[in-house]
């Protein structure tokens, strides 16, 4: 790294090389518009938006791609740069289908903000585009509006870079350019995991996820009904950006109330079932390692996490070899859905058929999750609809609840009781440490020996994190283990699994377990949480989601009192017949084309 | 005064220059080149001995080295003859290039509508491997090899811009990529990569073996040498002509057989300048009019608002779609210059297509995008009457 003097507006900065001027720009507070950079992503330098002078150069520079270097005289403001970035944004409004009071995405658009910056209250160029091209509606779960499209690529980018899926991309060139997936088929009839990053990268209303709000309006107005929610862990570290509070701010027990308050009959928590998970897959583990140990059998190692759809159905298109890897346990959601309109019904004596099953997530893959086929174990869809943290916050607000105003409620018993173990599955390494903290325990009898039970090295953001942890003076069932070195791995976003997939394929790795999450920092930066999404408010959240697991009375799935009771009033043992039956589910391989 | 000469036609021993270039030290050669001022023939301009040497001193391998061959600006047909007639000369410039800069392996990235070269180009590159000028060992040089592989474009216009042409190459979509890092640096799979035009690649020998006293000779101070010209249009003797640079606007029509009612030159296709009679005694050169070499003449029953439309619709076909201003510019120009037809343009119009240019001009991401409105800008200035009086067809 050389070091680097520039000056920005005639005033001198020392840095070092490999910055942009965008990058100085953003550390130093100088205001500069962006609207195709994000910071998850490669740099494209294609809306022109951030444009500024450089001295020397007869062309205005984009701020995001431009290196700087030593000596470096920049503008980042003047009539040449004002009409330009000006003329930008109108070229770009005068192509947008602007139906800005009934678009979801209303006060909440890049594309309006930059508008609004530059006071384009009229545009030169012809009237304004009418909805020209139909709307996508082929995908279970995203829909896209191409009238609304400004083809800055930060889909496409995320899609790729992120997640490694490849789904879209620009087609055709010129004025008829466009975003869509090969030989322009509806992103239904391409491979696609439904994980919603484009959704969460997008800064005008052209993607969007399907949205259940009116249904689950509908299920509480209607009186037969008995409405219950269940709000996955990542919700609550989320839900209140929508309400004005900093990113990272706690909200479950406003949150709690909110849900009572609006009509739900029975506010739940996924966290419950995440707990329940974490007994079954670590048991589900430690009995995979027997066969292969003791029974030397032939099972599929490592095992794989299987609580992330958009990765489930990435595994299904791009290794469906490596499915036997997964585990067979269904997600938390899905555990609920099954277990509520099982073991929780008949405790109630409600009709299962008379449940509505509503899930909040920060996913938007959920919502396929939940309509798969094998996902009605209870002789019923398990779970009936699948709101996204958005849709949660738009709900409250429809129903006149300011978040901020509220007192705090618990959730309700039984399926409300949960540990810091569940709570912890919203960041991306959270799902591995649970099951550490139950599978050590469950094998030595002893807590897992890291301070505080925080099992730091399958913490952060790194995108592949590894740990490895010794297992000796075994209980005698699990003597087996003894003196083995249990070896996991954790990645994040997809583009990163399949990486680490193909490492597993080619024999490189010798570990036991592989926690895979779809997103970029797990849940909660999953496609559904609020916008919009950035590297500090995933840092933020997951400090939030941290502090949260510190602070619960239970910290293990396993000392959970509620999962207790379910496996001695209805279950069993853990993986027991009844478990398999409600709580384990199958893969299905798919082409990749 | 005429100008024409013949070089890139006139015949040279093949191998000559190479020989000359094997008993020199890369950095020699690089030196010649940067020395004779020889700067790109595909319309930029570029010196190509400062491009060789920005490649030569990244030490970081293989290195690629590539010719442009996908000759898409309107109006223009010398490369294809060059091919046609001179493939060795081009593929030995290609040779020395690559040893200056060290590469071992080569693209000639060919139009797709050249594709019926596609046989007789790679006849001559097995032919140059069957007597030792490509392969291993070029020339009995031990150590120097060279592959050389034709790979056809796809009939994208922005692929001539070489960032285009290398993502394209690497088979992605044709888009230009932001520079720096050039090419020179990170290119063809993020390796160093020189990417040469056809005709630059075709003075290359010459120069080698005359020298850069020589090339000098020729052209003007700051335009080195003689460029070919492909001329079409009204005249009497359309085709392609080589000249020295320099050459006025007016010489070279009575050159090549135009009219006396000579009413518009576009010089350098859709994205170069309209030059009208008050400018027909500039010079054609980087420091006058710089062109790739395409002319057309228009004279005077032609409709310069036909002619722009023909431009603008053009670009707005070719507009590789990534960048704002580029991809919804183009668009709403050809959006405004049809009210002209429609009989709705007034000089508002006119005036917002100006500041529309300007930041087309300033902000597009590439090449092409800023150099749009060049014909735009110089015919709306040069016909201005013609442009806002014109009433299409069905209007008259």
Known sequence: ?593 | MARKIDVVFSDIELGKALKKVYEAKPEAVVETVKKSNLRGRGGAGFPTGLKWEMAAKINKFPKYFICNADEGEPGTFKDKLILEKQAPKVIEGMLIGAYAIGAEKGFIYLRGEYKYLYSSLQETIDKLKRDGFLGKNICGKKGFCFDLEIRLGSGAYVCGEETALIESLEGKRGEAKNKPPYPTEEGFLDKPTVVNNVETLAFVPHIIVNGADWFHQFGTEKSAGSKLFSVSGDCEKPGIYEFEFGITIRELLKEVGAAPDTKAVQIGGASGFCASSDDFDKPICFEGIPTGGSIIIFNKSRSMFKVLKNFVEFFQQESCGQCTPCREGCSRMLEGIEKFELGTGSSKTVSDLLSLSETMSLASKCGFGQSVPNSFRTIITKFRDEIISYRGENNE
Not at chain 1, 295 to 306: F, G, I, Q, R, Y
């Open chain 1, 1 to 593: 790294m050389n070091k680097v003097r520039v000056f920005v507006n005639g005033k001198e900065y020392q840095t070092t090389s490999g910055m942009t001027i965008l990058d100085l720009c953003k550390r130093e507070n100088i205001f500069v518009p962006t609207l195709c950079y994000h910071p998850d992503l490669s740099t494209k330098g294609i809306c022109r938006v951030c444009v500024v002078e450089v001295e020397g150069s007869k062309t205005l520079q984009a701020s995001c791609s431009t290196p700087l270097s030593d000596g470096m005289k920049i503008t980042t403001s003047s009539e040449k740069i004002r009409r330009a970035r000006k003329t930008v944004v109108e070229l770009l409004l005068a192509n947008h289908y602007t139906d800005c009071t009934t678009c979801h995405k209303n006060l909440k658009c890049e594309l309006q903000d930059l508008a609004n910056l530059y006071g384009l209250t009229d545009l030169r160029w012809k009237e304004k585009r009418e909805r020209t091209v139909k709307q996508d509606f082929s995908s279970p779960v995203l829909v896209r509006d191409n009238n609304k499209c400004v083809l800055c690529q930060r889909c496409i980018r995320a899609c790729n870079e992120l997640q490694g899926v490849y789904a879209i991309a620009n087609l055709f060139k010129g004025d008829s350019t466009i975003v869509g997936s090969a030989f322009n088929s509806p992103l239904g009839e391409v491979v696609c995991i439904n994980c919603g990053q484009c959704v969460a990268h997008c800064p005008t209303g052209a993607l969007y996820e399907k949205y259940f709000i009116e249904d689950v309006w509908k299920a509480i107005d209607d009186p037969d009904k008995v409405v219950v929610i269940q709000t996955a862990p990542a919700i609550r570290a989320a839900l209140g950006e929508e309400f004005g509070y900093p990113p990272g701010t706690r909200v479950t027990k406003k949150m709690a109330t909110a849900l009572k308050l609006m009509g739900f009959d029975y506010v739940f928590d996924t966290q419950f079932a995440a707990d329940l998970t974490i007994v079954e897959e670590g048991y589900e583990l430690l009995n995979r390692l027997k066969k292969a140990l003791v029974d030397k059998e032939n099972v599929a190692l490592p095992m794989m996490t299987s609580c992330s759809p958009g990765w489930i159905k990435f595994q299904e298109h791009f290794f469906p070899d490596l499915l036997p890897n997964l585990s067979t346990c269904k997600s938390p959601q899905q555990m609920f859905g099954a277990v509520l309109k099982t073991y929780w019904a008949e405790k109630m004596k409600v009709s299962p058929e008379n449940i509505v099953s509503v899930a909040v997530m920060p996913c938007t893959a959920k919502k396929f999750e939940a309509i798969r086929p094998e996902m009605a174990d209870s002789g019923f869809q398990d779970v009936d609809y699948v709101l996204t943290t958005r849709e949660l916050a738009a709900m409250i607000k429809q129903a006149g609840i300011d978040l901020k105003d509220l007192e705090e409620s618990n959730f309700d018993d039984p399926l409300g009781v949960s540990t810091g173990a569940g709570t912890i599955f919203a960041a991306t390494g959270g799902v591995m440490e649970a099951a550490l903290r139950t599978a050590y325990e469950v094998v030595t009898g002893r807590e897992i020996p890291f301070p505080d039970l925080n099992v730091v090295p399958v913490r952060g953001f790194e995108n592949i994190r590894e740990a490895s942890i010794k297992i000796d003076k075994t209980k005698p069932e699990w003597s087996f283990l003894e003196g083995i070195t249990l070896k996991v791995l954790v990645a994040h976003g997809t583009a990163n699994a399949k990486n680490v997939m193909e490492r597993v394929k080619n024999k490189e790795f010798d570990h036991h377990f592989i926690e895979i999450m779809t997103c970029p920092g797990g849940c909660l930066g999953g496609g559904g949480q609020p916008l919009p999404v950035t590297p500090e408010k995933r840092a933020a959240r997951a400090k939030a989601i941290y502090e949260e697991d510190l602070s619960l009375a239970y910290r293990k799935s396993h000392t959970n009192p509620s999962i207790i009771k379910l496996y001695k009033e209805f279950l069993g043992e853990p993986n027991s017949h009844k478990a398999h039956e409600l709580l384990h589910t199958h893969y299905t391989p798919r082409g990749r084309y």
